[in-house]
């Protein structure tokens, strides 16, 4: 009943390419500068070692940005990862279409399990790879998302699974959509499942706002933060195999949208009379709530934030994408760079930009001081 949104996806991919895109200068600016020094020798048009130095500089320490800050950083291709998670994600034989929601939710659990108490869980070490946490209750299909991504780290050896599984759930989003979310890499991979948690740290569907607020209490959010990742219930679907419960939040499982918080307020949930646990359902019987997901409706300050997002779609998509970023993070010691491959692109342009001003004013200033000396730019030092 519900497919695969292509015109998100298309959304998606543009703001894919547009990344890549934003590559680009800074590569074109290194290559035409290597050409346009070599390409100055073989015209004749003599430069200078200095400007050669000082455009090479320039333009190199901008490729050197981009290329080892973020595309190559720890010799891992994080475009090429991205694309493969992207081109991934349509799949008309799987659930709703697409296994964009599942690996939000494999991310989501990876890093869900985290304490701020005593500092254990969360994403690093890509722990639900092991016995026990690959069983916990609460993971179940989530071996659909883990193989998945398997695939793709075979493809990719050198990214962590930890990373991989990340750094998945931002491009799902992102294609889906959604708002970008900032991301860097720096997790590694446990090689035992000595650090996995116990099995009591995923929220219960079943409880209600006490509950809500201990387990996302635990992990260090507020209460508007954790409205606003529940907020990610615009995607996916309950599976009777995996949770019991049954059915999508929305007519439009496979878009990122405010769509969860609007057919929250905006329906009148009645309790579903079936043999399943207790669930709520819409006029329809098409749509489901959970009872934790009726908590927000439940609870006044859980509500204001829900009315504030179901308004608001732009203000949902800048809390969630900051709170995501935040939830991918916990228990991580990055010892990388503290920005983001999305900033240190962005940074790589900009340096991109300024060696580019650097290298023009410095021949700028060189061809005054040659026409002013008449000496040829390639005798100076
Ligand atoms: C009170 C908090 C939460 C509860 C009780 C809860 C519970 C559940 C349950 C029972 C399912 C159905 C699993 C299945 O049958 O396949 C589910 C699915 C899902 N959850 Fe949550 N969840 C919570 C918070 C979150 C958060 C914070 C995120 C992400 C930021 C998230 C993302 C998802 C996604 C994307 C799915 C759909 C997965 C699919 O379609 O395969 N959930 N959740």
Same mark, same amino acid.
């Given at each position: 009943m519900f497919r695969f949104a292509t015109t998100s996806v298309r959304m998606g991919a543009q703001r894919l390419s547009a990344v890549a895109r934003a590559g680009m200068p800074a590569r074109r600016a290194f290559s035409s500068a290597t050409s346009g020094s070599a390409g100055g020798a073989a015209t004749g048009a003599a430069m200078s070692g200095a400007w050669r130095w000082a455009a090479g500089l320039g333009a190199a320490a901008a490729f050197g940005y981009v290329s080892m800050g973020s /595309?190559?950083? *720890? *010799? /891992?291709d994080y475009e090429a990862v991205r694309k493969a998670i992207a081109d991934t994600?349509?799949?008309?034989?799987y659930d709703d279409g697409s296994l964009g929601p599942v690996l939000v939710r494999l991310a989501w659990h990876a890093s869900g399990t985290?304490?701020?108490?005593?500092?254990? *869980?969360? $994403?690093? *070490?890509?722990?639900?790879?092991?016995?026990p946490e690959a069983f916990h209750?609460?993971?179940?299909?989530?071996s659909v998302a883990r193989n998945h991504l398997a695939r793709i780290k075979k493809q990719f050896?050198?990214?962590?699974n930890a990373d991989l599984w990340t750094l998945a759930a931002c491009v799902a989003i992102e294609e889906m959509g959604g708002p970008e979310i900032a991301w860097r890499p720096g997790r590694t991979d446990d090689n035992?499942?000595?650090l996995c948690t116990p099995d009591d740290r995923l929220p219960d569907a079943a409880q209600g706002a006490d509950h809500v607020r201990a387990v996302f209490g635990r992990m260090g959010f507020s209460d508007r933060e954790m409205v606003a990742l529940i907020?990610?219930?615009?995607l996916g679907r309950c599976h009777e195999n995996r949770s019991g419960y049954k059915g999508?939040?929305?007519?439009?499982?496979?878009t990122f949208s405010n769509m969860y918080f609007t057919e929250l307020v905006g329906n009148r949930w009645t309790r579903k009379n079936?043999?399943?646990p207790l669930q709520y359902e819409d006029p329809t019987g098409e749509l489901m709530m959970l009872p934790a997901d009726m908590a927000l409706l439940h609870d006044p300050a859980f509500a204001v934030v829900v009315k504030e997002y179901a308004a608001d779609e732009e203000l949902f998509f800048r809390d969630f994408a900051a709170a995501f970023a935040k939830l991918l993070e916990l228990g991580c010691d990055f010892?990388?760079? $503290?920005?983001?491959t999305k900033a240190v692109t962005a940074a790589g342009v900009v340096t991109a930009i300024v060696g580019a001003i650097i290298g023009y004013n410095y021949m700028s200033s060189s061809r005054a001081d040659s026409s002013a000396t008449s000496a040829p730019l390639s005798s100076q030092p």
């Open positions: /595309v190559h950083a *720890g *010799g /891992v994600l349509e799949d008309e034989s985290y304490s701020k108490k005593d500092g254990t *869980g969360g $994403s690093n *070490g890509a722990k639900m790879r092991f016995f209750g609460a993971n179940n299909g989530l050896p050198e990214i962590s035992d499942g000595k907020g990610a219930h615009c999508p939040w929305t007519r439009a499982p496979t079936w043999d399943g010892d990388g760079p $503290s920005t983001t």
